[in-house]
């Protein structure tokens, strides 16, 4: 087993506001990790720590064995990520986006690797098209693309199905299994319990930026029948 993240009494505060609470957690090679919790749980906050985007307040989180407060560089180099509710900038084609991104992370192949994906997530008619331009779940197949266009061993995602139809959450949950099955590591914060119950492997619930459960999907399924269940008894308390 690989350890490819670690955290450490991982804490945030906002002035008197504890957003994250001394959470520890440790994600292995080939997880599809979910993180769940209600509305201001601290899952983004969470996200924006572990992607070098905000400073600890105290612990420590060690990204693929790079410690992400004193190199958050070297972590955005190698990772994938789709921050909360980001968008593609305005100003920006599809794929001059792309290229941008293909400069900053030096991919030699872009070309076809993007248009792998702009069929793969049909929007090759938006090629072209000003990022201003695109409805939101076309923004959102953007960034999926620019997550995952140089294969990262590892990617975290705020909410990665929200804006996508039936169909399209569908096949970008069966790409994410995959593409976790090949040995990568996905680490994704959702609402969507059905969603995680059926693609996560493991799943952590976050309450008032504290930890309250940690475990495999199978031992959810096991101790307590559905991952619904357990949420919803974990967070009402
Ligand atoms: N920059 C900030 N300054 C002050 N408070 C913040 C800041 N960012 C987040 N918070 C607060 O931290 C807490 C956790 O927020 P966070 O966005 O991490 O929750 P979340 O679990 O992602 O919520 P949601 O599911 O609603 O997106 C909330 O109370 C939020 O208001």
Redesign the pocket.
């Known amino acids: 087993m690989q350890e490819i993240i670690s955290t450490k009494n991982l804490t945030?505060l906002?002035?008197d506001?504890t957003?994250?609470n001394n959470v520890t957690l440790s994600v292995q090679k080939g997880s599809l990790f979910g993180?769940l919790?209600?509305?201001?749980?601290?899952?983004?906050?969470?996200?924006?720590m572990l992607t070098g985007q905000?400073s600890p307040s105290t612990g420590n989180a060690i990204i693929l064995g790079i410690d992400v407060n004193t190199d958050p560089i070297g972590v955005r180099k190698l990772v994938g990520i789709i921050p909360?509710q980001e968008s593609p900038p305005s100003f920006l084609t599809c794929m001059e986006y792309l290229e941008f991104i293909g400069n900053i992370r030096k991919i030699p192949d872009l070309e076809k690797r993007a248009d792998w994906w702009f069929e793969f997530l049909e929007f090759e008619d938006k090629k072209n098209v000003l990022c201003k331009d695109l409805s939101r779940g076309t923004r959102q197949k953007l960034m999926l693309t620019q997550a995952f266009i140089h294969e990262p061993e590892l990617a975290l995602i705020?909410?990665p199905l929200i804006n996508f139809d039936p169909i399209m959450q569908d096949k970008v949950k069966s790409f994410f299994v995959t593409y976790a099955q090949k040995g990568n590591t996905l680490f994704i914060?959702t609402?969507l319990l059905e969603t995680a119950e059926e693609i996560c492997s493991e799943v952590a619930i976050?309450q008032?930026?504290t930890l309250l459960f940690t475990g495999t999907i199978k031992s959810v399924r096991e101790g307590y029948g559905h991952l619904q269940d357990l949420f919803l008894s974990l967070v009402r308390r």
């Open positions: 945030k906002y002035g506001l957003a994250v993180l919790g209600p509305n201001g749980s601290g899952k983004t906050t969470m996200i924006k905000i909360e705020d909410e914060s609402h976050l008032s930026g």
